[in-house]
């Protein structure tokens, strides 16, 4: 047994170092590869891609595997669970001819190049025919599996296992039906609160401040960096080399204070798993959604909050000279102005969640063919006008705006509603160990870190999405106190 | 025929990606991976490495390279030079036991990390066991090779075919006869030139300007990028993504604008070579003398030129505008004010020469056993105090400052001394075509460029480093125009 063992550790280890290999040409495809890079990068993606793919589904593999799965009662909890996610991962893969699968990640590698292109000159006709091919490689790959009909579940299944169209429908319904005319109430009261914090801020110091913002939060840039894309995002090559992006706007430095934030929250999850996992393929977030809900935790519920901005401005050592001008009431008002607007990664809180379901209804809407390609900056604007009352002048501002399609994650947005949903579920839970406001006044922000590592980070993919929010929160998915949070916020904003 | 064809460049296809992804995990080791990452990636490098070596050494290859040699007369040239590289490499590393070049490649890739830290902290005593065995495996390898005596011979001829220890000490002493008595006539009239180019620029605009430099003289930032190192280097993945690091010394910005002309040089030799040769083994520069003589080439002559500094006035958008408060006398004698120093990278052109002795010696006399590891910090001041009267009062301003042992290129550094001399018998040849003080005062540096290009990078590999020298200017390796160079050029500074 000890020797089936030692074998599995070892391809899986293979298996860790290809991933990781992936995940490195990934990175720097989207922050340093020159345009003259993009095709040989994209081809070395799709070699490895198929390498990956050919591990996972030889013989030798699936084999070993079955092997395993013979003696479970003689195997730990790690390895248990290790055999169950890569059954799933196999199972999905196993059906997609090698070709195809090696064919979609280089696609999905020179997309980004691609979609950067079109996105710098609003340009979104040279990128549909790409985002065509994306969406029916995706449609394809389920039906793979034998499934014709809701194809959009299934791929909705694999971010957040258990999910699916009946349920987010119902969630969105919810969220709007709440929403909807809170926004409504906030807009009568509507006052320009954000033209306070916008003033400019050099590249230099933001990214200076935005390193400090990381160190606070409890991110250690020892085993993780910051660089710069075109769109923020979060990348792991394993837990000691953790990375993350952000962007720079020279007359609006919060916008990389948020995404900073954001990704950070990302980071510390990723950081924190259990050094016991770091070989295992569990290193990692639970789900998508358990991850946003990290991500966004970090970003609104203590990124936006009164008492963050208190403890930074006693605490730090490098601040924008503009902001000791400003009362910590006018910091926070400018930071959560309501503002219906175009930009998915700046909308406040209450308009947030209407973003997401643009793309939710979109992407639903493409895979059932009641969309095609082509007509979505059409389909993109109507929706835009119709829950958020504002239209795009331009694609780049509209249906170009997000990496998330041309890296071929369909089905991705919802984990961020997902998130805040959660994020607000797990703050509930954490105020009965920690007095959240005063830890924030005082900027101690290492105890909130480690109150998340105990409970959630260190597990990794250990536990599912469904276990970790029982065990911390004691329910599942439950939008309530998302919604209740939203209510009282606002409303002693906008009172 | 055809069929063998066919299979000899579906090979060398595989193994040129395996390069790049070689390179980039080297690029990304060098200019963004945290610390923590250092270990995974030295362990990729280390994996991959092994790849390449299989490939190469694998019967399946050698067999195929007999097969093509033994029609030989039906290939074409590109082909029958890229077989005779081809078994030239095999010949050399077939010899090392597989586990030992893995375990090599790693050490080379973790050492740069140690290196960094070492010249950060002044502490040589860290890097010292892991210099030792850089240097006893490159012993070892060629030791493998059958050759026991005047290792440092072979290894010299690795990176300059025809080249070795004789050679070198008659060049050198030649050098030196020249060179040493024009320094002390020189220093006789020393004077402090260089205050007047030392003021204070923040990073950010000398990034701007660098770049602006870089496209000045003729880089391709769409095939290419320029990004920051500890020691600045250029890195190819292919032909067309070119990789430029440089360092910003706040209150100096001419140290930036060297390093980036000096990588230029070579980013630009590496952008031209002929796109026939792209998916060839030959894509790359015929020698590090030749390389060398390319970025010594834009550096010294091109950029420690006045005219040159004429035209980037005239012609610049972005300037210091401290500059435009200077005479053009004042920065010409600024940026080749002549004064012993410690860092080679910034030595003027006289004395850069000695320093490449010191390193030589060094090499020398570590692989023949006459020095230990351990005595080089002393070995080094010693020979700084000899040849350039100055000495170094931290290891990380000595013997610590160049990345070159770390990275595994021992007998690497003649090159920088053979590129000076390589380019003063191309400046000549130029001459004939081209009136260089117009075209730089001009501007005009694309017609350098396509000139060089035309006689050398688009060769690439497929002329060997002598063929280029006879074919360009007549000559074999020859000191006498550098030197004349050299005195007058500094006769008129301090005269």
Known sequence: MEEKINKFREMIKEKKIIDSMLALLQWDLETQAPKGGYKLISEMIGELS?????????????????????????????????????????????VIPSEEYKMYSELTAKAQGIWEIARENNDFESFAPILEQIFNFNRKFIEYRGIKEDVYSEILNDYEKGMNVKKLDNFFAELKKEIVPLLKEVNKNKRDFQKKVKFEVSEYNQKLFSKEILEYIG???ERGVLSESAHPFTLTVNKDDVRLTT?????????????????????????????????????????MGIHESQSRFYENIIGRSK????????????????LSKLTLEE??????????????????ELTYSLHIMIRYEIEKGILSREYLVKDLPRVWNEKMYEYLGVVPSTDSE??????HWSCGLIGYFPSYALGNVYSLQILN?????????????????????????????????????????VSVTGEELNPEYYIEY?????????N
């Open 247 to 287: 962007r720079y706007l020279k007359d609006f430095p919060f916008s990389s204070v948020f995404s900073t934030i954001h990704e950070g929250g990302h980071g510390i999850y990723e950081q924190g798993v259990d050094e016991i996992l770091k070989d295992t393929i569990l290193s990692d977030g639970a789900s």
């Open 50 to 94: 198929l390498k990956s793919y050919n591990l996972t589904t030889s013989k030798e593999f699936l084999e070993m595997l079955k092997e395993l799965k013979k003696n479970e009662e003689k195997l730990d909890d790690i390895i248990k669970r290790e055999i169950e996610l890569l059954e799933e991962e196999v199972e999905k893969i196993k």
């Open 331 to 348: 910091i926070y008002k400018g930071i959560n102005e309501v503002s219906p607007s175009l930009i998915r990664v700046e909308a406040d």
């Open 398 to 403: 509209g249906v170009l705006q997000d990496v």
């Open 486 to 494: 939203l209510k009282e916020k606002y409303k002693n904003i906008y």
């Open 219 to 221: 991110f250690d840039l």
């Open 429 to 469: 839970a954490m105020k009965k160990d920690i007095n959240i406001e005063g830890t924030l006044e005082r900027g101690e922000l290492k105890r909130i870190k480690e109150w998340l590592r105990e409970k959630i980070h260190r597990y990794g993919k250990l536990k599912t999405p469904k276990e970790i929010m």
């Open 307 to 322: 008492e963050f901005w208190f403890g930074i401005l006693e605490k730090s050592k490098f601040k924008y000279s503009e």
